[in-house]
Nanobody
Framework: QVQLVESGGGLVQAGGSLRLSCTASGSIFSINAMGWYRQAPGNQRELVAAITRGDITDYGESAKGRFTISRDNARDQAKNTMYLQMNRLKPDDTGVYYC??????????????????WGKGTLVTVHP
């Protein structure tokens, strides 16, 4: 089992920046990909960005050029942290951001959101 805990959400003005963090613990050796997904009110959950163990990255269209995903294999081998740096935020970026992790990690699973483990989410609100 893998546990995921997100942090860093909040309220920001349009044009501002936020950095989200997700710390994974548990059976992290089994993780081959992690990602951020967003669910806006009334919408389906969608890919924001994903990253593989080999540092291959995928971005949703709205995130390209503004968001950067990265990960940190901590010295503490019991944890692994992933980040999402979000710049030039827009009101359309508002939503609950979920961290996810997957044991298989194929591009179809990353892009499609078919991940094995999910965090509880952190709310990002961008005011005009």
């Amino acid at each position: 089992q893998v546990q995921l805990v997100e942090s860093g959400g909040g309220l920001v003005q349009a044009g501002g920046s936020l950095r989200l963090s997700c710390t994974a613990s548990g059976s992290i050796f089994s993780i081959n990909a992690m990602g951020w997904y967003r669910q806006a009110p009334g919408n389906q959950r969608e890919l924001v960005a994903a990253i593989t163990r080999g540092d291959i990255t995928d971005y949703g269209e709205s995130a390209k050029g503004r968001f950067t995903i990265s990960r940190d294999n901590a010295r503490d081998q019991a944890k692994n942290t992933m980040y999402l740096q979000m710049n030039r935020l827009k009101p359309d970026d508002t939503g609950v951001y979920y961290c996810a992790a997957d044991r298989i990690g194929t591009i179809m699973r990353r892009v499609g959101g078919s991940m094995d483990y999910w965090g509880k989410g952190t709310l990002v609100t961008v005011h005009p």
